[in-house]
């Protein structure tokens, strides 16, 4: 198998991964992978999520001297009307650690994931997103993963995607799946 040399790149970019469609994560984490190849460091925080997920296992187990992988939620699902005085401490703390990430050195990436939602929550201000894209240094890759993208940061990005829902076995009842969705 052929090795990848150890490469970096001058300009990073504002991604953007939303619409009701299933892979947002799953394309921020090929991303990921592509950059370990190439001797990358990735920082990845993931607001809302406390819960346990595969990816969370192999990153760890697998990637952990490349990718660092911090969750600011707690194992409960938030929704309107039942949002926690933990749930906003905890966004907070998320994006503070998103801005110190952005400015150390070892990271090329830096990956915001559901954070789309937590601002349509309002655990995460629109602006104080635009703020992080807006003084993100030239360097550095941000990719800003969940559905309900904020008009105002589909602008700021340099490339959204949205995926789009046509089908899925969801609606017949079949549940998150080991290896396949969690």
């Known amino acids: 198998m052929a090795e990848f040399k150890k490469e970096t790149f001058d ?5 953007v991964y939303t619409g009701n469609g299933k892979g947002k994560t799953t394309a921020a984490l090929g991303v990921t992978l592509r950059a370990v190849a190439h001797g990358m460091k990735v920082y990845i925080a993931q607001f809302l999520k406390g819960q346990d997920y595969g990816e969370l296992h ?20 938030v929704k309107t009307g039942q949002i926690s005085e ?3 401490q905890l966004a907070k703390e998320g994006l503070n650690k998103v801005k110190r990430a952005l400015f150390e050195e070892d990271y090329k ?25 807006k003084n993100k ?31 899925h ?8 799946r080991p290896g396949i969705e969690k």
């Open 11 to 15: 300009q990073g970019y504002v991604q």
């Open 169 to 176: 076995y969801y609606q017949k009842g079949v549940m998150a």
């Open 58 to 77: 192999a990153i760890k187990e697998r990637l952990g001297d490349l990718v660092t992988v911090e969750q600011f939620g707690t194992p409960k699902f």
């Open 109 to 133: 990436i830096v990956i915001m994931e559901e954070a789309n939602v937590a601002m349509y929550l309002g655990l995460l201000s629109k602006n104080d997103v635009l703020e992080i894209i």
């Open 137 to 167: 240094p030239k360097d550095k890759e941000l990719i800003i993963t969940g559905r309900y993208a904020p008009e105002e940061i589909i602008d700021a990005a340099d490339l959204v995607t949205e995926m789009r829902e046509v089908k």
């Open 86 to 88: 933990e749930d906003y």
